[in-house]
């Protein structure tokens, strides 16, 4: 197999890096090219040998926030990216981008700047600048290694203009995999680069600072929580699947962070096996807004496992802070202990060493599977489902959010003696305290049994504030013994969400209002009709017990969803636009689900009786402001009068409630106008029997509400006699001889009202200075803040401004070698067509000079030659050997030359060569005079045809001219200069 057939592995270390800015940064790295398909990269994290299917890592943000002259680095230090073979076939980069953290955790970090690397194809030439670490060999399946510098640039959208924002330090590595198998058999190795240590990736175990980290990070403001219909409800969980629906209220005392500072906390929720293999978590919360120790979210986590894996299972929520992505704590339940859909509510106590108390996490939790057991083998019903739709009117009295609760009573006059109607209020939700680290089995199978009042269920908060609505459902497990009888109802109870979350405790205590629906067979057979068999509605519930009151002065009702589950796997209710559709419930003996009234077959029109009767709802008309006179829950339903054309021959003559019917034998006797007049007439009686029945319920309920204030009366009585004595006995004391009796009772009763007023002003007053130090603390962490992004941004204005006179600059320069080019070009024109002309004075004068200079060379070559020979004569004379007769002669005779006259001849020789070099120089000279003399010339002449060209004259261009051409000529740098000697320059002599 060659190497084109193996994957690659792309490994990046992360050193240091620096930016032109302060401030905290994170890096977003990615694998990106024509042959690469991102769907098959797998991405490892520092040594782990679990790999994640991803193209790109998010590292953590850098711990140090300092000047553009800090070094930062980053906790994810190692990344590898595993490539299949295809991705050899095309171009593979890698894409990095640096974000800035924002000081507001909800918003989007800002980009920076951005460097694309190129991961293959790369040329050795590329890499001259970088600094290799380990030669590769030919057998090797390393491609290269080498650490370099990689520069992060930003575009300027308005100037076009691309600027250094930072650059970072980088060891690379690629490698050609020796298994086909993507999964690797041992970890990673990290590049060997002979350097200081750097911080391990943020999936160790255990970082060098001693504290843990996750893979997670917080949700962004973009992004929307798990919807609440995963809370409750009938919906089961995907085949072969178990989900466990996690709501998480709050906590109190979270542990400190590494650092010592208060944390921003987030929660995780994940299984044990994802714990085991490294995997992502399922769901995550928001981060609360500001750090705090005490944090509070109301959102909803959804952990799924595999259903055959569920008694091993456990859920482990992970608390810890943004973004640093520390571990604060964690909570291990195992899913064996929970029964099925069945609402638990918990409070998790953690120790906690830092702090003074216990971390206690408040959660409500529901274990789902995908289909819902059996109560009973006969019954063939499993439980009733319950959507809240929410409150009708819009409500005056606000309350903020409100919280809804549903539970089904067995007795219902006993809970509302005993839980409503009772001052406060002791009705809520009971919170099931369970100890880690360990908890024990018993503590869950504590919390899942149901008291005697039913197990409540919990919806999320409702808004809007002016009109609540949940559109949350509610499954009860059951069958027809279990849920429907005559003293069993449900009932909703509704409180703030502002009073649930307090400096102690989650608890919701003390509803501000409640509503029941009894649940009798009335209900139950409404249910089985084949109509109601997608639901059932119930319109205008009244809200009970409380104070709340609608624009038109009345108690706010609610309206809600029934449905009878029949089937294992029940399917969705109906969508809201669609509950239109639904029957209504009546309550009323036999009485169908429908919304239109049942009449007989001689009625006439809607709202009429015949022969000439008053119509049914006379007595409406005629009080139509009539209201109970106790505004307390009904007993017993409101019946209507089921006409006599309609009855079976089955039923009896008189109902369970008393009302008369027509026997079957005399029915048949009568015709149909005798119906009608015996139907209106029985009606009128059962509404009388009703309106009886009614008085006697509210006279009932006066007298309980007398018998109560008189117990109340007798207690306040007592009380105060208590207090005479008290007083009485303070007075009459033997020590107390100079005090009249009147100025003690008056002073100790201003002493108490001081004490009192002291007491609540110190509570005020201490509250009000721990307020303020919270306000301080958060001003100066905002003055810091402030002063760095003043410092920054001064910083960035210098350089801007630097950047600006640069261009400015650069715009200067490029507009004068414009016109410097246009003159240019004018100039060579000009130059071709003056060269052309055969009677250019200038020209002329040119070739007259090269000439001269030309025949003077060649004297002067000449010259020199002439003395190069006679040089060699003499010496030559000088070096023959002479005999000694000829030495005689030579002494005798004047001979050849003697010292004396050598000296003198080399004497003159030097005088020469020195009047040579002299000429040399002023012939020099005076060449580039004319040299200079010609340019301007030249210019001056170029400058007066530009002039006639154009139609401007200069006239002290044109006088120079004219006063050159007809003015005396300078001195030729050519003319003769008297006899000269040979140039060693122009023709160089061999000095000795």
């Not at 408040?362 to 319950?386: C, F, N, R, W």
Request: charged fraction near 25%; glycine fraction near 6%.
């Amino acid at each position: 197999m060659g190497d084109d057939d193996k994957p690659l592995r792309f490994t990046i270390e992360i050193f240091n890096a620096q930016f032109v800015t302060s401030g905290r940064y994170f890096l977003i790295l990615r694998i990106v090219g024509s042959k690469v398909k991102q769907s098959k990269l797998k991405l490892y994290v520092g040594s782990s040998d679990v790999a994640l299917e991803d193209y790109q890592f998010t590292t953590d943000a850098c711990l140090e926030d300092g000047d553009p002259e800090t070094l930062v680095t980053f906790t994810d230090s190692v990344i590898t990216f595993w490539m299949p073979p295809e991705s050899v076939d095309g171009d593979i980069q890698l894409v990095i981008e640096a974000y800035r953290l924002p000081e507001n955790p909800m918003h989007e970090g800002d980009k920076c700047g951005e460097a694309v690397f190129s991961v293959f194809p790369r040329r050795g030439a590329l890499f001259s600048g970088v600094r290799r670490s380990t030669p590769s060999t030919k057998d090797s399946n390393e491609l290269y290694q080498f650490e370099t510098n990689i520069t992060l640039n930003q575009v300027q959208e308005d100037e076009g203009l691309w600027i250094s924002c930072g650059s970072i330090r980088a060891a690379m590595r690629l490698v050609f995999e020796e298994e086909e198998q993507p999964k690797p058999s041992k970890k990673p190795q990290p590049i060997q680069i002979s350097r200081e240590p750097k911080p391990g990736p943020s999936t160790a175990p255990d970082t060098p600072a001693g504290f843990k980290k996750i893979q997670e990070s917080a949700l962004g403001s973009h992004v929307n929580s798990i919807p609440v219909h995963h809370l409750c409800g009938s919906n089961t969980a995907r085949e072969g699947k178990c989900e466990v629906a996690v709501l998480i209220h709050g906590a109190l005392g979270l542990p400190m962070k590494s650092d010592g500072r208060v944390p921003q906390p987030y929660i995780v929720g994940k299984s044990r096996r994802a714990v085991a293999q490294m995997q992502m978590g399922q769901s995550v919360t928001h981060a609360v807004i500001q750090p705090t120790h005490s944090p509070s979210w109301e959102e909803l986590l959804l952990i799924e496992v595999n259903e055959d894996e569920a008694n091993n299972e456990a859920v482990i929520l992970l608390v810890a802070d943004h973004p640093s992505k520390e571990l604060l704590t964690e909570f291990t339940m195992p899913l064996s202990h929970l029964k099925p859909f069945h609402q638990y509510h918990l409070e998790l106590v953690q120790p906690n060493s830092e702090l003074s108390g216990d971390t206690r996490l408040y959660i409500t939790l529901m274990k789902k599977l995908d289909k819902l057991p059996l109560p009973s083998v006969d019954a063939k019903i499993y439980g009733i489902e319950v959507l809240l739709r929410g409150v009708d009117s819009p409500i005056l009295s606000q309350m903020g959010p409100l919280i809804a609760t549903g539970r089904i009573v067995n007795d219902w006059r006993q809970y509302k003696e005993t839980m409503l109607s009772a001052q406060p209020r002791p009705a809520g939700i009971t919170v099931t305290t369970i100890h880690f680290p360990s908890p024990h089995p018993t503590s869950f199978a504590i919390a899942g049994t149901a008291n005697e009042y039913g197990a409540p269920q919990l919806t999320t908060t409702a808004g809007p504030q002016e009109q609540p609505q949940w559109n949350q459902t509610m499954f009860f497990l059951g069958d027809k013994s279990s849920l429907f009888t005559t003293e069993s109802a449900l009932v909703l109870e509704y409180y703030p969400a502002s009073l649930a979350m307090t400096r102690d405790c989650w608890q919701l205590t003390s509803p501000v209002g409640y509503s029941y629906q009894t649940m009798d067979q009335l209900l139950l057979s409404s249910l089985q009709w084949d109509s109601a068999k997608m639901g059932l509605r119930v319109d205008n519930l009244p809200v009970e017990g409380s104070n709340l009151r609608t624009a038109v002065g009345l108690g706010p009702t609610v309206g809600m969803v029934l449905r009878l589950v029949t089937d294992e796997k029940p399917d969705q209710l109906l969508s809201a636009a669609h509950l239109s559709s639904l029957p209504v419930f009546r309550e009323g003996p036999q009485a169908a689900p429908h919304d239109e009234p049942v009449q007989a077959e001689n009625f006439g029109k809607a709202g009429q009786a015949p022969y000439g009767l008053p119509p049914m709802n006379a007595v409406k008309k005629m009080l139509p402001q009539f209201h109970s006179l106790y505004t307390a829950p009904r007993n017993e339903p409101v019946k209507e009068y089921v006409p006599l054309g309609k009855l079976s021959p089955q039923e009896g003559t008189v109902d369970a409630y008393g009302s008369s019917q027509i026997p079957p034998e005399v029915r048949g006797e009568l015709d149909a106008n005798s119906l009608a007049v015996m139907d209106y007439q029985m009606k009128e009686v059962d509404r009388y029997r009703t309106a009886m029945r009614k008085m006697a319920a509210d006279l009932l309920h006066v007298r309980e509400d007398c018998k109560r204030l008189e117990e109340a009366n007798s207690r306040l009585r007592r009380e105060l006699g208590q207090h005479d004595e008290i007083s009485r006995l303070m007075v009459s004391s033997k020590d107390l001889d100079n005090v009249t009796h009147s100025e003690l009772v008056q002073k100790f009763v201003l002493l108490k009202k001081k004490l009192a007023d002291e007491s609540a002003k110190k509570q005020e007053m201490k509250s009000r200075l721990q307020h303020l130090q919270n306000d301080l603390i958060k001003k100066n962490e905002m003055e810091k803040d402030f002063l760095k992004l003043q410092e920054a941004h001064e910083g960035q204005q210098a350089l801007l401004q630097k950047l600006q006179g640069k261009v400015q600059k650069a715009q200067t320069i490029q507009d004068t070698c414009k016109k410097q080019e246009k003159v240019i070009v004018q100039l060579e024109q000009l130059l071709a067509q003056r060269g052309k002309g055969p009677y250019n004075g200038v020209s002329i004068e040119t070739g007259e000079t090269y000439r001269k200079l030309s025949e003077e060379n060649i004297r002067l070559q000449a010259e020199v030659l002439q003395y190069k020979e006679q040089l060699k004569a003499a010496e030559a004379k000088l070096k023959k050997p002479r005999s000694p007769g000829e030495q005689r002669v030579v002494g005798v005779s004047n001979g050849p030359m003697s010292d004396m006259e050598r000296l003198e001849l080399f004497e003159k020789l030097e005088k020469a060569e020195g009047r040579i070099v002299a000429l040399e120089k002023q012939l020099a000279d005076n060449v580039r005079k004319w040299a200079k003399d010609k340019a301007d010339l030249q210019i001056k002449l170029n400058e007066s045809q530009v002039a006639q060209r154009t139609g401007y004259k200069n006239s002290s261009t044109s006088v120079d001219i004219l006063d050159w051409h007809n003015g005396p000529k300078p001195n030729s740098p050519s003319r003769h200069l008297g006899p000269r000697r040979p140039s060693p320059k122009l023709d160089p002599l061999e000095r000795r």
